[in-house]
């Protein structure tokens, strides 16, 4: 394990992952940075590696070879709590725990003893579209609003970097739109680095300004929206 | 009607377990309808349950006249047997064996001990063997209820945990409902056998009992005793299970290990 020399603006790097599972190789050799503010798209097919890539970025699953820099430090030397706590993620289905929207924001800071503040709470609900919604029960919520409460949580742990796996996936049209808006309106007013997972490539144009495109677990074509997009 | 047939004791016993296994039979049939496909899995544990108990029975037999250190020797490989037999419900899970056993030897173990100490169970071998291998058994079964409860619950509910640990929970606090929800349903058996006592059903100590010649009041008493004593033994025993086995799907990063196709 070892440190990175600090690079500035480079918040995360992976660096050569390689992941298999029962000899089936989900991840191969890939590697790549992310700068602080970018938005960065990992698209492909599906049956790709885009969410197993995703998983060994916040350390849910163990890279078979390689590792991952957070802000020059390997994360092997972070403790996964805390490491998951920078990287918020985002997952496709919002798996809200039961109770109100508050307890549901209030799950992260409380891992560490903390609470917080009923004014942050609110404001974090109207960055999400979903003002005045802390008393509701998560069980009478749509599907794209539990998908905004699923985001504000994530946003209460004050996240280095979110990782989104296909969040708008399971979600109509209008909702898919809102959500879409949500993602631009918190990457524009945080100044939030983000790396989304999509399969959706006019999603990825719409929102990121660097795609890395997946293909059996490899990197077939890495650079801006641009050029790897509509090459 | 096999009285009538059957004169010797031991070919009317045999008798006996010749009808009262086609009657188990006759449920597998039927649940074979149903599309639920028990036969092999019944017909094995048939078998074994009559040879096991026979052997067991006439191993007993000498045993029983042997010295008071013998108890000790067949609870321990009673608890072992029922560790390896209670530890397969948890399939995928790392060491569910030897949790199993720790939980058993712990809870049902603790229990014994404590009953022989203070004189509610007697220390003489007739009574002290039969009387722990209920509690053993018993607890076995909590365990085992708890333990499948468990393991489905944490399959069922990956997303939800993951969903937990990516916020940054602590292993053992995003598998907390569910070690929990196990806990409480292992223990229903436990608690509907001392609810319905003497309503709905008279087990079979007090029914030995009066066979035996004990007062009717007494018996029913020690009836109660012995049910108390299960429910403490197999509370405890899952309780020991639930807080061991929660660690045991997780990886030293905190990964979840148990997952649907992992």
Same mark, same amino acid.
């Given at each position: 394990?070892?440190?990175? &020399?600090?690079?500035?603006?480079? %918040? ?15 991840? #191969?050799?890939?590697?790549?940075? $992310? ?15 885009? !969410? ?11 890279? !078979? ?7 020059? !430090? ?7 709590? #805390? ?17 109100? $929207?508050?307890?549901?924001?209030? =799950? ?11 004014? +942050? ?29 699923? =985001? +504000? ?13 296909? &969040? ?16 631009? *309106? ?5 100044? /939030? ?39 | ?26 449920? $597998? ?13 019944? /017909? ?19 045993? /029983? ?10 609870? %321990? ?19 569910? =064996? ?12 603790? $229990? ?37 409860? =468990? ?18 929970? #602590? ?5 907390? &409902? ?11 058996? +436990?608690?509907?056998?001392? *609810? ?67």
């Amino acid at each position: 394990m070892s440190t990175l &020399p600090t690079s500035g603006s480079i %918040v995360l790097r992976a660096d050569r992952l390689f992941r298999s599972v029962n000899d089936k190789s989900l991840v #191969e050799d890939v590697s790549f940075d $992310v700068r602080a503010g970018d938005v960065l798209a990992i698209v492909g097919p599906s049956g790709s590696g885009k !969410t197993s890539l995703l998983r060994l970025l916040n350390r849910l699953d163990e890279p !078979t070879k390689g590792t991952v820099y957070v802000e020059g !430090t390997d994360y092997r030397q972070i403790a996964p709590r #805390e490491l998951r706590r920078k990287l918020g993620m985002v997952t496709q289905r919002p798996y809200l725990f039961p109770g109100t $929207v508050a307890d549901n924001l209030q =799950f992260g800071p409380s891992q560490r003893g903390e609470t917080l503040p009923q004014n +942050a709470v609110e404001a974090l609900l109207a960055d999400v579209g979903l003002a005045g919604a802390t008393a509701r029960n998560v069980a009478n919520l749509s599907g794209g609003e539990a998908q905004r409460v699923s =985001f +504000a949580r994530t946003l209460a742990n004050s996240p280095l970097v979110l990782l989104l796996d296909e &969040p708008t996936s399971a979600l109509d049209d209008a909702a898919k739109l809102g959500i879409e808006g949500v993602i631009q *309106r918190i990457v524009r007013d945080h100044g /939030l680095t983000c790396v989304m997972v999509t399969h959706d490539i006019a999603q990825a144009s719409r929102l990121a300004d660097r795609a890395l495109v997946l293909e059996h677990g490899r990197i077939v074509r890495e650079g801006s929206v641009k050029e790897v997009l509509h090459a | 009607m096999l009285k009538l047939i059957f004169h010797g004791e031991l070919q009317l016993g045999l008798a006996q377990a010749a009808v009262a296994a086609l009657a188990a039979l006759g449920m $597998v049939l039927l649940a074979r309808r149903r599309g639920i496909h028990l036969e092999s899995e019944t /017909l094995v544990a048939l078998v074994r349950g009559l040879v096991q108990i026979v052997a067991v029975g006439s191993i007993l037999l000498l045993l /029983l006249r042997g010295p008071v250190w013998t108890s000790g020797f067949l609870l %321990v490989a009673m608890i072992v047997a029922a560790g390896a037999t209670s530890g397969r419900r948890a399939k995928g899970v790392p060491g569910a =064996f030897q949790v199993s056993t720790w939980a058993i030897a712990c809870g049902a173990g603790s $229990v014994i001990a404590l009953m022989t100490w203070l004189g509610v169970i007697d220390t003489a071998i007739t009574s002290l063997v039969p009387v722990g291998s209920m509690l053993i058994a018993n607890a076995m079964n909590t365990n085992s209820l708890a333990l499948n409860r =468990f393991r489905a619950d944490v399959l069922a509910h990956a997303g939800e945990i993951e969903a937990a640990l990516a916020l940054g929970a #602590e292993a053992g606090h995003s598998v907390s &409902p569910y070690t929990q929800a196990s806990l409480e349903a292992s223990l229903i058996p +436990a608690i509907d056998s001392l *609810r319905s006592l003497g309503i709905v059903w008279i087990p079979g100590l007090m029914a030995g009992m009066l066979l035996s010649g004990a007062r009717p009041v007494y018996a029913a008493v020690y009836q109660f005793v012995l049910l108390a004593m299960v429910f403490a033994a197999s509370g405890l025993t899952s309780m020991i299970s639930t807080l061991m086995i929660r660690g045991r799907v997780f990886s030293p990063a905190e990964q979840l290990m148990l997952q649907p196709g992992k």
